[in-house]
């Protein structure tokens, strides 16, 4: 695999705690990369870590082959992070020239002005007087400025409408088909499986699963058959734990769920059985009960 990014066994401690916990993993060249987990499970300070912002307590990074800190390694990264925090008395067009001049190879400057959202009448403006939407729009031409081959947005759509979201993704997307690499932190499961190409899981500092959207949902989902019982009362119940297909069923909302791989099994039983049932459903699991059904197993096993 061409990796762009590595990390061996990374950890980081605060003071007593550990908010990364040995992860490691690799990012291919030209891939789209979430970073999904609950408030708190360490997203922004791996994040921070693969920038050469945070070192490590443990473990190592390498980011094109070198440490993150690398002079040379900077020339080829742009981040948009939680805060964008801007230079007071500068005017938009001087920044934005500002950060090109860091760079051997900045983007050209109308390129970046018409993919990023502002406006020619924006670039006179100092950057103290932007609404947030500006701001972001310009934190998001800051992280373009240098045309980094590897990108990294902390939250990149809190706060954004949905055409601005659209609008983000369709341009992340594009800037993947060019062979940048793009890593990104959310908490929106949506959003993880709709953008990227993989997710990496983060739950209480460690990283829980890693695949496809598609993968992590065929590994931890289960399919579930359910349905409203005809008769009420034990003698239902206990023809259903009986038998070894139906037995694994738990009770929502008045419905009975069996969660299985087998679906096709458990309606076999269920017809053989003459159970009075009605309104079957059979359901594919979803994407945020993966998410909280992986949680909640880390959860228990502490
Ligand atoms: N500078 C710090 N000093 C002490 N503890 C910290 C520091 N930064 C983060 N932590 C702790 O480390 C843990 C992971 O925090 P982190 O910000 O990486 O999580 P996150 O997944 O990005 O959360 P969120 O989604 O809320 O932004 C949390 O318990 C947090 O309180």
């Known amino acids: 695999m061409d990796s762009i990014i590595e990390l061996k066994q990374v950890s980081k401690t605060f003071k007593d705690k550990k908010a990364v916990d040995r992860i490691s993993f690799r990012i291919a060249k030209g891939s789209i990369v979430a970073i999904l987990g ?5 997203k922004t300070t791996a994040l921070s870590m693969i920038l050469g912002l945070l070192e490590p307590t443990e473990g190592e990074i390498r980011v094109f082959g070198k440490p993150p800190k690398e002079h040379s390694v900077r020339h080829h990264i742009g981040a948009m992070l939680q805060e964008v925090s801007l230079m007071d008395r500068l005017k938009v067009r001087e920044v934005l020239e500002l950060i090109r001049c860091y760079y051997p190879n900045p983007m050209d400057m109308d390129a970046l002005i018409a993919m ?5 009448k924006d670039l006179n403006r100092y950057t103290e007087k932007l609404s947030g939407g500006q701001k972001r729009n310009l934190g998001f031409a800051l992280a373009m400025a240098g045309n980094p081959d590897l990108l990294f947005f902390d939250e990149p759509t809190v706060g954004l409408d949905i055409g601005a979201r659209r609008r983000f993704w369709d341009q992340i997307r594009e800037f993947a088909k060019q062979g940048k690499t793009i890593l990104f932190t959310t908490h929106y499961l949506q959003e993880a499986d709709d953008a990227a190409d ?3 899981l983060f739950h209480q500092g460690a990283l829980v699963a890693d695949g ?26 206990r023809k259903l734990a009986s038998n070894p297909v139906l037995s694994n069923f738990s009770e929502q909302d008045g419905r009975i769920v069996i969660h299985t791989d087998h ?9 053989a059985e003459k159970l009075g049932v009605r309104e079957i459903a059979v359901d594919q699991g979803r994407l945020d009960e993966a998410f909280e059904q992986l949680t909640s197993i880390q959860e228990e096993a502490v």
Request: hydrophobic share 35%; no cysteine.
């Open 38 to 42: 609950p408030n708190g499970a360490g």
């Open 116 to 120: 990023t959202g502002l406006h020619g």
């Open 198 to 200: 993989r997710i990496l």
């Open 212 to 237: 496809t959207p598609e993968e992590i949902k065929s590994v931890i989902v289960k399919r579930s058959v359910s349905f409203l019982p005809m008769e009420d009362g034990s003698e239902f119940r």
């Open 263 to 271: 679906t096709d099994q458990v309606l076999e039983q269920i017809f």
